[in-house]
Structure formats: structure tokens, C-alpha cells
């Protein structure tokens, strides 16, 4: 019964990955970025703000401080002047500036390209890590942010809160070459129509296939 519980379930979350690219066709990250160094710093402003706020102050921040050897040698003041708008500025411009240290001094000024030594750099968790792997490297991996999380759970297709376990039970459920696209649809979806105390299910393309459908 425990073998055929897990293949239904997997034959639901591939027909929920089915229904979410028809809905939402082009996958892109939508923070301003031209490299992977700036989708890096780009991530880690993320972090409790919207991307829009994000990609408001990036542009002036890049053309001060286009490259991580730049970045660490400013100090903390200059990066917060620029990031002020968003939350937790001094916090992140503190990360911004040990993050580029790292950068230079242990990988040559270059973005690392595995799990390991992404979630080594300040400022960076999985889901950090997991939005440069898929986006910069076209390494797959789920990224698991609060939407993600709410969607994951109300889909049934995962018991557990701790985003690292959401992340492995999703990777389970999917093939490696979904998992980027899929976690991104999932953030999408949260965004525009899952909402977290109003979702809205009459006009939900997964309707059908959610268990926690009013």
C-alpha cells in the first residue's frame, strides 16, 4: 500500500508540474542580474523583501561594485547607503561585504558552483544556493521559499515544515529536470493565486487536483 501511495502521488505531483507550465510557460528569475556574482547578491537581498524592491537598488549597486573584489573592499556604510530601501539592510550589506571576501579570497573571485560551497558563503542557505545553481549553472535543485512551503503542504505533497525536508520529499516526486522549474512555478503560483489566507481556489488551475480545495 506504501508502494502504491508513493507512485499516486507521484502521478499527481507530475500532473501538478503539467498544469503549472501550462500556466506559467516561461521560467525566468525575475531579479536583475547579468552574471552569476549578481544573481548572488541579487538572492541574498531577497531575503523577507519583494523582488521588485530588490531590483529597484541593484543597478546602482552593480555599477559601484561590479565585481566581488570591488565589493569587498567597500565598507559596510557605502553598501548600506545604496540598499537602504530594502529590510534588514545593515544585516545584508554585512553579508554582501563578507560574502565578496569570501569569494575572492577562497574561489578566486569566482561564484562557486556546488551546494557545499555555495551554503559556506555569508549570506547563503539552500534555497539561496538552490536559485544559483538552477538559474546561473543549470544545476537542478528545489527552491523552497514560503510559498513554495504553503503550496507544497496544501497540495499534499509533502507533511513536513522544515523547507530542507519539503525540498528533499519534492525531489522524490519529480525528475532532476523539473525541479527548477517546477519550485518557480510553485512561487508563481503562490504569488498570483494560492494566497496565504485568501487563496483562490475557483479560479485555480489545480483545482481538482488539491486537497485543500474549498
Known amino acids: ?118 551554503t559556506r558563503l555569508a549570506g547563503v542557505g539552500r534555497k539561496t544556493a538552490n536559485v544559483i545553481l538552477g538559474y546561473a549553472f543549470g544545476v537542478p535543485g528545489v527552491v523552497v521559499d514560503t510559498h513554495a512551503k504553503r503550496l507544497s503542504q496544501r497540495l499534499g505533497l509533502t507533511r513536513h515544515k522544515d523547507p530542507s525536508k519539503i525540498e528533499r520529499d519534492l525531489m522524490t516526486l519529480l525528475l532532476p529536470e523539473q525541479w527548477t522549474p517546477f519550485s518557480h512555478r510553485l512561487i508563481l503560483h503562490g504569488r498570483r493565486v494560492c494566497h496565504a489566507r485568501k487563496p483562490k481556489c475557483q479560479i485555480c488551475v489545480l483545482n481538482d487536483l488539491c486537497p485543500s480545495a474549498k
Not at 530594502?86 to 569570501?102: N, P, T
Open 1 to 118: 500500500m506504501k508502494k502504491a501511495g508513493r507512485e499516486q502521488k507521484k502521478k499527481r505531483a507530475l500532473a501538478i508540474s503539467e498544469r503549472l507550465a501550462d500556466a506559467y510557460p516561461e521560467v525566468k528569475v525575475p531579479l536583475y542580474h547579468r552574471n552569476p556574482f549578481e544573481l548572488l547578491v541579487a538572492t541574498i537581498l531577497s531575503a523577507q523583501c519583494t523582488d521588485e524592491m530588490v531590483n529597484r537598488v541593484t543597478p546602482e549597486l552593480f555599477r559601484r561594485f561590479a565585481t566581488p573584489e570591488a565589493l569587498a573592499a567597500a565598507s559596510p556604510k557605502e553598501i548600506e547607503k545604496i540598499i537602504r530601501r530594502l529590510g534588514l539592510f545593515r544585516a545584508k550589506a554585512r553579508s554582501l561585504k563578507r560574502c565578496a571576501m569570501q569569494l575572492v579570497k577562497e574561489h578566486h573571485g569566482e561564484v562557486p558552483a556546488t551546494m557545499a560551497e555555495l
